[in-house]
Protein backbone atom coordinates (compact mmCIF):
# COMPACT_ATOMS: atom_id res chain seq x y z
CA UNK A 1 0.00 0.00 0.00
CA UNK A 2 1.24 3.58 -0.19
CA UNK A 3 3.16 4.72 2.61
CA UNK A 4 3.13 8.76 3.64
CA UNK A 5 5.21 10.07 6.10
CA UNK A 6 6.55 13.82 7.22
CA UNK A 7 10.01 13.93 8.62
CA UNK A 8 9.19 15.43 11.42
CA UNK A 9 6.36 15.01 14.56
CA UNK A 10 6.79 18.77 15.81
CA UNK A 11 8.03 21.81 13.96
CA UNK A 12 9.29 24.52 16.62
CA UNK A 13 9.96 27.70 14.57
CA UNK A 14 10.22 31.89 15.61
CA UNK A 15 7.49 34.18 14.33
CA UNK A 16 9.09 35.58 11.06
CA UNK A 17 10.87 32.64 10.03
CA UNK A 18 10.17 30.61 7.04
CA UNK A 19 9.20 26.95 8.23
CA UNK A 20 9.60 24.13 6.07
CA UNK A 21 7.65 20.81 6.67
CA UNK A 22 8.58 18.09 4.54
CA UNK A 23 6.87 14.69 3.23
CA UNK A 24 7.90 11.66 1.69
CA UNK A 25 5.89 8.94 -0.42
CA UNK A 26 6.65 5.00 -1.75
CA UNK A 27 4.62 5.01 -4.99
CA UNK A 28 5.84 6.57 -8.36
CA UNK A 29 2.12 6.30 -9.77
CA UNK A 30 1.31 9.22 -7.25
CA UNK A 31 0.27 12.21 -9.25
CA UNK A 32 -1.53 15.22 -7.40
CA UNK A 33 -0.44 16.08 -4.01
CA UNK A 34 -2.05 18.27 -1.49
CA UNK A 35 -0.99 20.01 1.62
CA UNK A 36 -3.92 20.53 4.95
CA UNK A 37 -3.81 23.00 7.52
CA UNK A 38 -5.64 21.39 10.68
CA UNK A 39 -5.75 23.33 13.87
CA UNK A 40 -7.06 21.91 16.85
CA UNK A 41 -10.41 20.18 17.10
CA UNK A 42 -11.08 21.24 13.29
CA UNK A 43 -11.42 19.49 10.16
CA UNK A 44 -7.88 19.62 7.68
CA UNK A 45 -8.09 23.26 5.74
CA UNK A 46 -6.81 23.21 2.08
CA UNK A 47 -3.34 25.06 1.70
CA UNK A 48 -1.93 24.75 -1.66
CA UNK A 49 -1.73 21.31 -4.54
CA UNK A 50 0.58 20.08 -7.05
CA UNK A 51 0.26 17.73 -10.21
CA UNK A 52 3.10 15.72 -11.01
CA UNK A 53 3.75 17.72 -14.26
CA UNK A 54 5.10 20.77 -11.95
CA UNK A 55 8.00 21.04 -9.61
CA UNK A 56 6.65 23.90 -8.14
CA UNK A 57 3.51 26.06 -7.39
CA UNK A 58 3.14 29.01 -5.05
CA UNK A 59 0.52 30.82 -3.60
CA UNK A 60 0.29 33.00 -0.64
CA UNK A 61 3.07 33.08 1.62
CA UNK A 62 3.25 29.20 1.01
CA UNK A 63 5.24 27.36 -1.89
CA UNK A 64 4.57 23.65 -2.59
CA UNK A 65 7.77 22.12 -4.15
CA UNK A 66 7.95 18.10 -5.33
CA UNK A 67 10.77 16.32 -6.17
CA UNK A 68 9.86 13.35 -8.23
CA UNK A 69 12.61 11.69 -8.24
CA UNK A 70 12.99 11.30 -4.32
CA UNK A 71 9.67 10.93 -4.06
CA UNK A 72 9.59 14.30 -1.93
CA UNK A 73 7.71 17.47 -1.15
CA UNK A 74 7.48 20.17 0.99
CA UNK A 75 6.01 22.98 1.87
CA UNK A 76 7.21 26.32 2.62
CA UNK A 77 5.70 28.83 4.87
CA UNK A 78 7.22 32.29 4.86
CA UNK A 79 7.50 34.86 7.57
CA UNK A 80 5.47 32.14 10.26
CA UNK A 81 2.77 33.84 11.98
CA UNK A 82 0.81 32.95 14.97
CA UNK A 83 -1.70 31.73 13.20
CA UNK A 84 -0.21 29.56 11.26
CA UNK A 85 0.45 27.25 14.46
CA UNK A 86 -1.29 24.10 13.63
CA UNK A 87 -1.31 20.36 12.04
CA UNK A 88 0.39 20.23 8.67
CA UNK A 89 -0.78 17.01 6.60
CA UNK A 90 0.42 15.95 2.96
CA UNK A 91 -2.00 14.09 1.12
CA UNK A 92 -1.23 11.67 -1.77
CA UNK A 93 -3.60 10.52 -4.55
CA UNK A 94 -2.99 7.60 -6.89
CA UNK A 95 -4.22 7.78 -9.85
CA UNK A 96 -6.59 4.40 -9.40
CA UNK A 97 -7.35 5.41 -6.09
CA UNK A 98 -10.40 7.34 -7.63
CA UNK A 99 -10.46 10.24 -5.23
CA UNK A 100 -9.13 8.36 -2.00
CA UNK A 101 -5.80 9.98 -0.66
CA UNK A 102 -3.50 9.04 1.66
CA UNK A 103 -2.36 10.87 4.31
CA UNK A 104 0.72 11.65 6.55
CA UNK A 105 0.57 11.61 10.37
CA UNK A 106 1.12 15.33 10.20
CA UNK A 107 3.67 18.34 11.52
CA UNK A 108 2.57 20.21 14.40
CA UNK A 109 4.07 23.64 13.88
CA UNK A 110 4.60 25.78 16.71
CA UNK A 111 4.73 29.15 16.01
CA UNK A 112 7.14 31.29 18.81
CA UNK A 113 7.44 35.04 19.63
CA UNK B 1 -23.10 29.05 2.04
CA UNK B 2 -21.81 25.42 1.23
CA UNK B 3 -20.15 23.22 3.58
CA UNK B 4 -20.14 20.22 5.12
CA UNK B 5 -21.94 20.06 8.56
CA UNK B 6 -21.28 17.34 11.31
CA UNK B 7 -23.15 16.62 14.29
CA UNK B 8 -22.85 16.36 16.92
CA UNK B 9 -19.37 17.95 17.78
CA UNK B 10 -18.52 15.61 21.12
CA UNK B 11 -20.32 12.01 21.65
CA UNK B 12 -19.85 10.02 24.07
CA UNK B 13 -21.05 6.22 24.28
CA UNK B 14 -20.98 3.96 26.56
CA UNK B 15 -19.50 0.55 25.98
CA UNK B 16 -22.25 -2.17 23.94
CA UNK B 17 -24.01 0.96 22.66
CA UNK B 18 -24.15 1.78 18.98
CA UNK B 19 -23.63 5.40 17.71
CA UNK B 20 -24.44 7.25 14.93
CA UNK B 21 -22.46 10.28 13.68
CA UNK B 22 -24.28 12.71 10.45
CA UNK B 23 -22.51 14.07 8.11
CA UNK B 24 -24.67 16.63 5.63
CA UNK B 25 -23.46 18.66 2.75
CA UNK B 26 -24.87 20.87 0.29
CA UNK B 27 -21.99 20.90 -2.51
CA UNK B 28 -24.29 18.85 -4.52
CA UNK B 29 -20.67 16.54 -4.25
CA UNK B 30 -21.49 12.95 -5.60
CA UNK B 31 -18.71 11.44 -3.50
CA UNK B 32 -18.28 11.31 0.64
CA UNK B 33 -16.18 9.93 3.07
CA UNK B 34 -15.47 9.28 6.16
CA UNK B 35 -12.08 9.25 8.42
CA UNK B 36 -10.74 8.43 11.50
CA UNK B 37 -7.88 10.21 13.19
CA UNK B 38 -5.95 9.11 16.17
CA UNK B 39 -3.34 11.12 17.82
CA UNK B 40 0.54 10.55 15.55
CA UNK B 41 -1.27 8.86 12.63
CA UNK B 42 -2.58 10.02 9.23
CA UNK B 43 -6.53 9.74 8.82
CA UNK B 44 -7.62 6.62 7.94
CA UNK B 45 -10.25 5.88 5.44
CA UNK B 46 -13.78 4.06 7.02
CA UNK B 47 -15.77 4.36 4.20
CA UNK B 48 -16.59 6.08 1.08
CA UNK B 49 -19.58 6.66 -1.26
CA UNK B 50 -19.30 7.69 -4.96
CA UNK B 51 -22.69 7.77 -5.69
CA UNK B 52 -26.37 7.46 -3.68
CA UNK B 53 -27.18 4.19 -2.52
CA UNK B 54 -23.53 2.78 -3.18
CA UNK B 55 -20.89 2.66 -0.41
CA UNK B 56 -17.47 0.54 -0.36
CA UNK B 57 -15.46 -0.08 2.38
CA UNK B 58 -12.25 1.64 3.40
CA UNK B 59 -8.73 0.28 5.42
CA UNK B 60 -10.42 0.10 8.61
CA UNK B 61 -14.36 -0.66 7.76
CA UNK B 62 -14.86 -3.13 10.73
CA UNK B 63 -17.44 -2.45 13.64
CA UNK B 64 -18.76 0.21 11.29
CA UNK B 65 -21.29 0.75 9.42
CA UNK B 66 -22.86 3.39 6.74
CA UNK B 67 -25.98 4.39 4.42
CA UNK B 68 -25.99 6.68 1.52
CA UNK B 69 -30.08 7.90 1.26
CA UNK B 70 -29.56 10.86 -0.07
CA UNK B 71 -26.94 12.77 -1.73
CA UNK B 72 -26.68 14.99 0.79
CA UNK B 73 -26.35 12.73 3.78
CA UNK B 74 -23.49 10.17 4.64
CA UNK B 75 -24.35 9.02 8.49
CA UNK B 76 -21.81 6.78 10.06
CA UNK B 77 -22.61 4.37 12.48
CA UNK B 78 -20.19 3.21 15.16
CA UNK B 79 -21.47 -0.50 16.27
CA UNK B 80 -20.77 -2.03 19.60
CA UNK B 81 -18.44 -4.28 17.32
CA UNK B 82 -15.92 -1.41 17.41
CA UNK B 83 -13.72 -2.18 20.07
CA UNK B 84 -11.17 1.18 20.04
CA UNK B 85 -13.95 3.47 19.31
CA UNK B 86 -12.60 6.32 20.88
CA UNK B 87 -11.06 8.90 18.19
CA UNK B 88 -11.92 11.99 16.32
CA UNK B 89 -14.36 11.73 13.05
CA UNK B 90 -14.01 13.31 10.19
CA UNK B 91 -16.44 13.79 7.07
CA UNK B 92 -15.77 14.80 3.43
CA UNK B 93 -16.82 15.30 0.12
CA UNK B 94 -15.17 15.52 -3.28
CA UNK B 95 -16.60 16.48 -7.07
CA UNK B 96 -17.20 12.78 -8.38
CA UNK B 97 -14.40 12.14 -10.79
CA UNK B 98 -12.35 15.35 -9.93
CA UNK B 99 -9.54 15.83 -7.53
CA UNK B 100 -9.76 19.64 -7.97
CA UNK B 101 -9.16 21.15 -4.36
CA UNK B 102 -8.97 18.24 -2.98
CA UNK B 103 -11.65 17.19 -0.21
CA UNK B 104 -13.74 19.25 1.50
CA UNK B 105 -14.07 18.44 5.38
CA UNK B 106 -16.79 18.81 7.94
CA UNK B 107 -15.38 20.01 11.27
CA UNK B 108 -15.01 16.69 13.07
CA UNK B 109 -16.77 14.53 15.77
CA UNK B 110 -14.70 13.69 18.67
CA UNK B 111 -16.20 10.22 19.80
CA UNK B 112 -15.35 9.06 23.61
CA UNK B 113 -15.94 5.83 25.49
CA UNK B 114 -17.01 6.51 28.74
Known amino acids: GESVGLHLPTLSVQEGDNSIINCAYS??????FIWYKQESGKGPQFIID?????DKRQGQRVTVLLNKTVKHLSLQIAATQPGDSAVYFC????????????FGAGTQVVVTP | DGGITQSPKYLFRKEGQNVTLSCEQN?????MYWYRQDPGQGLRLIYY???????QKGDIAEGYSVSREKKESFPLTVTSAQKNPTAFYLC?????????????FGSGTRLTVV
Open chain 2, 92 to 104: ASSISGTFASGYT
Open chain 1, 27 to 32: NSASDY
Open chain 1, 50 to 54: IRSNM
Open chain 1, 91 to 102: AVVVTDSWGKFQ
Open chain 2, 27 to 31: LNHDA
Open chain 2, 49 to 55: SQIVNDF
